[in-house]
């Protein structure tokens, strides 16, 4: 209240309407953004928690479905383990694309678009991964077209040993001194590979030196000299003069056998029976 020059008492003056309070108003927004994060989060949780149920039922499932199947394909295949293990290999690669797509379809995405997405992603990584990716088509190519099983015996990029398995990407042989060697299959695939278990033997040479007997004394009876040993070649043994002197001679012998030990063992008994005064060596 006030009072005027006469005395008259006059009442203060309305302030101006200042409208809202713009922190207030700012405070407000920043809040409702916020509990809209919260409830977009709350459900896009509870999304990928079911998904990952789901994906992950399914991978554990079909996992225990493929080992069965591949269990059976190994029964009936008596051994051969190459077309048992391609198939697996395909069908995990199968189950992982399906269980991706599925994925993605749940949360939202266009699958088409993720289709042509992993298109441009694989020919960009194609690029930068093509060893890898020749192993993986060697390996495809050595698993359906099976040159060789496991347990055969192969030289390959100067190592020699027994298979393993053959995976997508390397195949696993065990060398002659328990160690394990991983040869990328487009080695395999592209050089020479000797199996030398196609015909279940294997070349035997011994080396026999300080034979007292002169030439050509000591080849007589050559066809004899291993006659009735079992788990050899019905071939006639490789015998090659190395040295010829007064003193005697020099040779080797090569022979093909079965991988097995006691006709190893045979064979050389023979020849210390034949050659008694001269020392062998198994040289290969």
Known sequence: MA???????????????????????????????????????????????VTGIVVGAFIWGTGR???RLRHTIEARVKGR???????????????YIFAALFAFSVMGADSAAFVQAIGLITAAVSLSLQDVLKNFV??????????FSTGDRLEVSDQVGTVERVTVRTTIIRNDKA?????????VFSKIVTNRST???????????????????????????????????????????TKVGPEGCELTVTVWVTPDRDVQQAVVRRLVDRFPEATLTITA
């Open 65 to 67: 479905l493929r080992r």
């Open 3 to 49: 009072i005027d020059m006469q005395g008259t008492p006059t009442p203060f003056p309305e302030p101006p309407n200042a409208g809202p309070d713009p922190l207030r108003t700012a405070s407000r927004v920043v809040w409702n953004q916020l509990l809209d994060l919260l409830q977009w989060l709350g459900g896009i949780s509870a999304t990928l928690l």
């Open 199 to 241: 015909y279940n033997l294997q070349s035997l040479t011994i080396a026999i030196a300080g034979a007292k007997q002169p030439y050509p004394d000591v080849l007589q009876d050559q066809e004899s000299w291993l006659d009735g040993i079992d788990g050899m070649s019905r071939r006639l043994p490789k015998i090659e003069l």
């Open 179 to 187: 160690q394990q060697v991983l040869v990328p299959n487009y080695e």
């Open 81 to 95: 383990n190459n077309l048992p293990a391609l198939i697996d290999n395909l069908l995990n690669i199968a189950i």
């Open 138 to 147: 060697a390996g495809i190519y050595l698993l359906a077209e099976e040159p």
